[in-house]
């Protein structure tokens, strides 16, 4: 089962851009890299996905590395609203099941 | 329409008992997953439906646990003779037709948060 690797922690300032890294150096070339996050008592809530190439949304944006082993999730102005622990997932393209890790919880200071 | 639904939200039960939690998807959302969350960790999967079709069942931890979805909308996960190592939080999420709009995304409910005394 392919793997990711992510800061347990991380803090950042209001309005400031947000880089959370994420490692999965065992990849395959069938895996989706999607990330979620999860406020307290609540389910993951989809934030962005991307197979290859950089992706951006409204919420976010997703930079993978050329190689695919790793990739980072921007936050362009982090919110008070933004503080959650941020999973960085693979989902195996041919199947179904996410491969959740522990995540990066995301403290954001006034 | 609504979102995932589930519950009960909480539910605290004796060792050996057995409970069920129930999950509604999204109306029309034709694969629904289960997961455990154990506290302070992420969510790990448990078995997936789709419609009424149990596909995969890997991750349920041992046979006390049951998942069944018979008419291909609600899902409930039984779990038999509980054990306090089954208390956790229990997600459920389900997912639209893969080529729809956001296909790839799983939409999850709050979490059925069980405590095993």
């Known amino acids: 089962d392919a793997k990711t690797t992510q800061p347990n922690s991380m803090e950042s300032n209001e309005e400031e851009p947000v880089h959370l890294p994420c490692n999965h150096s065992?990849?395959?070339?069938?895996?989706?890299i999607h990330w979620y996050r999860q406020l307290p008592s609540q389910g993951p809530e989809y934030v962005i996905h991307g197979l290859t190439s950089n992706v951006n949304n409204r919420m976010a944006s997703l930079a993978i590395a050329e190689d695919r082993k790793s990739s980072t999730l921007i936050l362009h102005r982090a919110t008070l609203r933004d503080a959650a622990v941020y999973y960085c997932i693979l989902r195996d393209g041919r199947f179904n099941k996410f491969y959740f890790g522990s995540g990066t919880k995301l403290n954001v200071k006034p | 329409g609504a979102g995932v639904s589930q519950s009960p939200r909480y539910k605290v039960a004796k060792r050996g008992q057995d409970v069920a939690l129930r999950c509604d998807p999204i109306?029309?959302?034709?694969?629904l997953f289960w997961y455990q969350q154990a506290l302070g960790q992420g969510p790990e999967f448990l078995t997936y439906f789709q419609n009424e079709a149990q596909l995969d069942k890997s991750g349920l931890p041992s046979d006390r646990f049951f998942a069944e979805r018979p008419e291909g909308s609600v899902s409930t996960l039984k779990i038999q003779r509980t054990q306090q190592e089954d208390s956790a939080v229990y997600l459920c999420?389900?997912?639209?037709?893969?080529?729809?709009?956001?296909?790839?995304?799983?939409?999850f409910g709050p979490g059925t948060r069980l405590l095993v005394l």
């Open positions: 109306s029309g959302h034709v694969s």
């Open positions: 999420a389900s997912r639209g037709p893969r080529l729809a709009l956001r296909g790839e995304t799983q939409y």
């Open positions: 065992t990849i395959s070339g069938t895996d989706y």
